[in-house]
């Protein structure tokens, strides 16, 4: 998977001289041709590797709801006790924000889309 700043740069990527000559280098060590999505948003959460189109909005919507709630009242109560007092309240936001963040990024929302797999990806949908 490979992320862009924007549609220029994936284009100069794509086309330029190292990226084909690598293309072409590994041609014989490939079987297809490879497949190129455009992951806006949450897909990017909720993509499926056997290449089935993301799920609909509102299930992602929903289920990263899931995950934010929780977690959202859970980090502030475990690190306000034990940095509130150390740091001061602007900076303890950014904390708490970057504890948010984190959790959801490694741990809830890989964990969430890991279980509702079946329900996001229901078989036959293509």
């Known amino acids: 998977m490979r992320t862009f700043s924007s549609q220029e740069a994936r284009q100069a990527f794509y086309s330029s001289p190292l990226y084909l ?5 590994v041609r014989p060590l490939v079987e297809g ?3 190129c999505r455009d992951l806006h948003g949450l897909e990017a959460w909720f993509r499926d590797p056997s290449g089935r189109p993301p799920p609909p909005k509102w299930k992602m919507a929903l289920l990263t ?3 934010v709630w929780p977690v959202s009242m859970i980090v ?3 690190l306000v006790p034990l940095l ?3 740091l001061p309240k602007l900076l303890l936001a950014g904390v708490v924000a970057a504890g ?3 959790t959801l990024a490694w741990v809830a ?6 279980l509702a797999h079946g329900w996001l990806h229901r078989p036959g949908r293509h």
Request: hydrophobic share 50%; glycine share 4%.
């Open 21 to 25: 000559n690598w293309q072409e280098s």
């Open 33 to 35: 041709e490879a497949e």
């Open 65 to 67: 709801w899931v995950a």
């Open 76 to 78: 502030p109560r475990l």
């Open 84 to 86: 509130g007092s150390f």
């Open 100 to 102: 948010i963040t984190a």
């Open 109 to 114: 929302m890989p964990l969430l889309v890991k």
